[in-house]
């Protein structure tokens, strides 16, 4: 069902990459999600001129279990709606509208392989929050790349010590063929999920193809515009 609130930003940290994260409170407003989807963010206001407008489409970076609060993050860029909720005073209101999107855990205990470099990391970081915390049984494995530095790398490290099902592969640089070849041991009974621009999307797709990965097996979250 898709929800729209009105909700404070507290917090904006400027990360590795270029990201950029905003944690809204969410006061006592229910907004139900699944790990992985994406939001809405519409601004009541522009600070500065977009032709784009006032909304745009994030991923959502947090847990569906924290009920306090609610993170996205994206890539920063010269755009006035960027530029903007960068600068507008903290708890400014900003509206939310959502879940969207498929790019979810599966209903099993499937195999589990997430791809992706730099910013695409940012969905993928609250299905694994996620997974983390409810103890599933999925097994599963990141390859993540970074232009200079790891995205999230030191919460990637703490997650990955307290889920002995998770392992995360690193690398400065771009995602290769004899990167993930030499990660992935079984491309027949895994799930794998990509993200990111169209792209890295398309560069890592076509690495699982030739290695007999199914069509049916990729889920895929991409982003369209920075």
Do not use: W
Not at 47 to 57: A, C, E, M, V
Not at 70 to 77: C, E, T
Not at 178 to 186: M, V, Y
């Amino acid at each position: 069902m898709v929800t729209t609130i009105n909700v404070p930003i507290v917090q904006r940290c400027q990360l590795q990459e270029g990201i950029l994260e905003v944690t809204c409170k969410l006061h006592g407003n229910e907004f139900p999600y699944k790990a992985g989807q994406n939001i809405q963010v519409t601004l009541p206001s522009l600070l500065f001129n977009d032709p784009k407008g006032k909304t745009r489409t994030f991923n959502i970076l947090s847990s569906p279990n924290n009920s306090e609060y609610i993170s996205f993050a994206f890539f920063m860029s010269d755009s006035g709606f960027k530029k903007s909720i960068s600068q507008i005073p903290e708890n400014s209101k900003i509206q939310i509208k959502g879940p969207f999107g498929l790019f979810t855990l599966p209903n099993d205990n499937k195999n589990l392989v997430f791809i992706t470099e730099g910013v695409g990391v940012i969905p993928i970081i609250g299905i694994i929050l996620f997974a983390t915390e409810e103890k599933l049984r999925n097994n599963m494995i990141l390859l993540l790349s970074g232009k200079k530095d790891i995205p999230y790398g030191d919460d990637l490290a703490s997650i990955e010590k307290i889920n002995s099902n998770l392992s995360v592969k690193t690398k400065i640089g771009s995602i290769t063929s004899s990167f993930i070849k030499n990660n992935i041991k079984d491309f027949k009974n895994t799930l794998f999920y990509l993200s990111g621009t169209s792209e890295t999307i398309s560069k890592i797709k076509l690495i699982l193809l030739q290695n007999g990965v199914s069509i049916r097996d990729l889920m895929i979250e991409e982003f369209i515009g920075y």
